[in-house]
């Protein structure tokens, strides 16, 4: 049995919609992964920080601002700094298509707009972490 | 022992008839119990909803039939004429970019018969920061209009007579600011305080419970509020100095009924501390009104705004003793919930709007919004908020349905749900009461764990198919989603905002600045009313994160209780 993936979650800028956030948390907890949730109003280099010493595998940004442009590449420097681009970084907001692709260009994970179910994003990050993992550890 | 045979013929009469109805009643139930039944859940709240209403429904309870429009306890409306005398008001929430272009949107929506203005600000407003504070990189203009000085206010309402508009702005934490940038734009226009009309949301409680938009701890946020309700009872006589609001914790996941008693609840917290303020009552219970959101489950939201008004009446004259009947009448704004539309098939969400709407119109609204289909994808074109405000002209000059009065007074069902959703707003304050109240309730974090439960089970019924949601699991299409244009904010109302503000700061008297800041801190600390303070520091341009930092210093910062 591998180990259970650490996930953060986080809430950067200044965007109090958590709704999401919270929903996701707890369904990736019930799913067997390890869950810290940041709380709200965070700034990249307190969700980088916060990756980084709670040594997670997986970042999920959730962002409704429409800041997602500036806040998505700012996480994944700040953890490219600290030499932590293995981090997976992925999320969901409000976010057109366009600006998901855009991201995705600049080395983010897959991003989640709504209505999408849980699952994918559970089925998302387990199949991210089996082919990072090592085979039988 | 009295038997039919004894009673007058008439009564007997009734009595078979009635016993009749039981009987056709328990055959219909057997009938639907032995059926198939399709396996989904028929309520958007916990209660179970039957399949059948009728007069036995209502047993117990006479619904509304002794009650018309206009009188206590106001079930059917606060208006005797009802939308026969005046209209709602269409009234669409808005704001993005700088205040230059939120300005021209302004005037495109009054020119196309739009009869109040809603003032939509950027995160860093909301939050009381400056355009140009390192917090507010990457949100400047994103999601509303950036409003950081009185400058950024008159250029807000340039060319649009604040005597003649009524003004609505959702704003919360640093709502005594912008509401002071406001009044004091209006007199740089020549308009006094006392002929200004309109509403500031400032409804910090459910910030704490849903919304998030907060500066201070709780209790100096409340003394805030307080002092708006003295300074505006004495000075600013037709303003709403609150909207107490239930959209937002509706749309982070409460049920209708939780929606209704969280929100009333915060209601009675404020009357309460007006009371202990020492303020009559009826000075200031006139100018607060209320804030509903108007989800899909049609009859309930009906039921809701109902039930909504018979309350609040009920606690404002039996329990506050308030004696003038317009503080028992709770005046409220709807609007659609932004929380049903769907990303997938987008124009079905006009749909969705059109539904929504017409409940909030049966259910006696004042002012109502109606959203845009594009706003799960990002803020709505002109396009689009165009056939969003259609779809309430539609409402008011085609369908006939503002031509009645409580059209569904009466309905069994209607009245039923009316009578248990206040029956659950009651218990509900029965357990807030348990929690110590609702500052404490906040404070636990009890109020957000039972939405955020609220939220869980929702998304759960969805995941399962016990709840249908039209192109998102249910009548899905493999195609690439309907092609809309999207409205684009880009970086440059950020860039204007910064120089505006290099340039405000170079070009005003420093040293009086820094002196009214000083007395706000002074007045802050002691129990003076800061209105006249903060409308000092308007007038001589001191920015809003200026206004906010200087309250801070002497409140400190709320800190929120973190949980999932």
Redesign the interface.
Known sequence: MSRPIRVLVAKPGLDGHDRGAKVVAAALRDAGMEVIYTGLHQTPEMIATAAVQEDVDVVGLSVLSGAHMTLFPRVRALLAEQGRDDILITGGGIIPAEDMAALEALGVGKLFGPGTPTTDLIDYIRSWFAAREPQGT | MTTPMDLDPTVAAMQEELDQLRNEVAACRARYDAGAVRDISYANSADAVAPLYTALDLEGSAGTAFEVPGRFPFTRGIHPTGYRGKLWTMRQFAGFGSAKETNARYKFLLGQGTTGLSVAFD??T??G?DSDHP?????VG??GVAISSLADMEQLFDGIPLDQVSTSMTINGPAIILWCFYIAAAEKQGVRPEQLRGTVQNDILK?YMA???WCFPIEPALRLIVDMFEYGAQHVPQWNTISISGYHIR???ATAAQELAFTLADGFTYVERGIARGLDVDTFAPRLSFFWDVHNDFFEEIAKLRAARRIWARHLKERYGAKDPRSWMMRFHSQTAG?T????QPMNNVVRVAYQALAAVLGGTQSLHTNSMDE????PTEQAVQVALRTQQVLAFETGVPNVIDPLGGSYYVERLTDQLEADAEALFAQIAEQGGVVAGLETGWFQRKI?ES??RQ?WE??QQRRH?VG??AFTTEEE?LEIP?LK?DEQAAREQAAALARLRGARDEARCQAQLARLREAARGTENVVPFILDCARSYCTLYEIRAALEDVFGAYR?P???
């Open positions: 995160f860093p909301l939050m920061y917090r507010s990189e990457g949100e994103k999601c910030e919304q998030h938009a749309e982070a996941g929380v539309l769907t990303a997938q799960t994808l990002a803020l955020a939220a869980a998304q969805i995941e949601i998102v699991n989603g999207l904010i929120e973190v949980f999932f």
